[in-house]
């Protein structure tokens, strides 16, 4: 069965305090990684796709990097209006996808 | 501005009774999604469709059904069959296979 497990649950930040995200991920033959970003009572809104292992994507204070058995999401400098749930999830069949539990991230001014 | 619009934002349902929620898209996207959020959980997916008068049951298809006249249309219906509906449900669209999944701003639907 396919899985998706991120952590931590919840993470606080003084702003300008850089930290990862992790997304480990039990999927077979995974398609590609996807991470979005949740505000409370929004949809999520997309941020990157991963293809492969040694991938990289960034934009702005956020990088996404992916290994074999799991993804970072690696946050540079964070500001308050960063706060927020991040979600990643695993595609490996058409076009459906598997969901981690999300991390709340909250970054203190 | 095109997007995915869910309707109501807010819903409340009496014991017994079959409620509607709204999605539609703006997009020209293929493929449209239905998920269930609940409080610390990732999203599960309900039902999916990837082309207009086709649909198939996701992983918590019990007691939710669902219609594709239309491209840019997809309603859910919690049915009285869903002994648990309380949630956040959230719809999706997206243009192709690998291509990211596209979200409205979702429908929180309580139990009166």
């Known amino acids: 069965e396919d899985q998706v497990t991120q952590s931590p649950e919840a993470l606080r930040l003084q702003e300008g305090e850089s930290s990862s995200l992790n997304c480990s991920y039990t999927v077979s033959g995974l398609r590609g990684l996807f991470w979005y970003r949740q505000d409370p009572g929004k949809g999520p809104e997309f941020l990157f796709t991963?293809?492969?292992a040694g991938e990289e994507k960034e934009k702005e204070r956020l990088k996404a990097t992916l290994t074999k058995k799991e993804s970072f999401l690696h946050i540079t400098a964070p500001k308050p209006e960063d706060s927020a749930t991040y979600l990643c999830?695993?595609?490996?069949?058409?076009?459906?996808?598997?969901f981690g539990g999300g991390t709340r991230l909250m970054v203190k001014p | 501005d095109g997007g995915i619009t869910q309707s109501p934002k807010y819903l409340f349902r009496k014991e017994g009774q079959n409620v509607t929620l709204s999605c539609e898209q703006n997009l020209n996207h293929d493929a449209m999604y239905w998920y269930r959020q609940d409080p610390g959980q990732g999203l599960r997916l309900i039902y999916y469709?990837?082309?207009?008068?086709?649909?198939q049951k996701g992983d918590i298809a019990e007691g939710y059904s669902v219609s594709r006249e239309k491209k840019e249309s997809f309603p859910l219906t919690v049915t009285s069959a869903q002994k648990n509906p309380t949630a956040f449900y959230l719809c999706?669209?997206?243009?192709?296979?690998?291509?990211?999944?596209?979200f409205g701003d979702g429908t929180r639907l309580s139990i009166l």
């Open positions: 991963l293809y492969s």
């Open positions: 999830a695993a595609n490996n069949a058409g076009n459906m996808l598997t």
């Open positions: 469709s990837q082309i207009v008068n086709d649909f």
């Open positions: 999706a669209s997206s243009i192709g296979d690998l291509q990211p999944q596209h």
